[in-house]
């Protein structure tokens, strides 16, 4: 089984910063494409940003030169840097992971349990 657990979520300020976290555990080979997702009240899940198993990311509009996601493949983790944050930003957020597994052999797609992030004053 693989497990992704997400931290860092929380309540800050227009303009403030937030750094998520999302550790995958278990049986795993290797992962691809790590990303976020978020979604807010009332609205679709949508993109928020990805990186993949070489380095290339995509961002969505809304956040590019706000947000910085990476990864650590020698922890199987993928972070995600928030800088001035607006109200807007505020909805829960899910990691996403492509990973090989080492029992299966097969790539399957796997979601965190979501952690919220609130920007209000």
């Known amino acids: 089984q693989v497990q992704l657990v997400e931290s860092g979520g929380g309540l800050v300020q227009p303009g403030g910063s937030l750094r998520l976290s999302c550790a995958a555990s278990?049986?795993?080979?290797?992962?691809?494409?790590m990303g976020w997702y978020r979604q807010a009240p009332g609205k679709q899940r949508e993109l928020v940003a990805v990186?993949?198993?070489?380095?290339?990311?995509t961002y969505a509009d809304s956040v590019k030169g706000r947000f910085t996601i990476s990864r650590d493949n020698a922890k199987h983790t993928v972070y995600l840097q928030m800088i001035s944050l607006k109200p807007e930003d505020t909805a829960a957020y899910y990691c996403?992971?492509?990973?090989?597994?080492?029992?299966?052999?097969?790539?399957?797609?796997?979601w965190g349990q979501g952690t919220q992030v609130t920007v209000s004053s």
């Open positions: 278990g049986s795993i080979l290797s992962i691809n494409a």
């Open positions: 990186v993949t198993s070489g380095s290339s990311t």
């Open positions: 996403h992971a492509l990973i090989l597994g080492s029992r299966s052999r097969m790539i399957s797609d796997h």
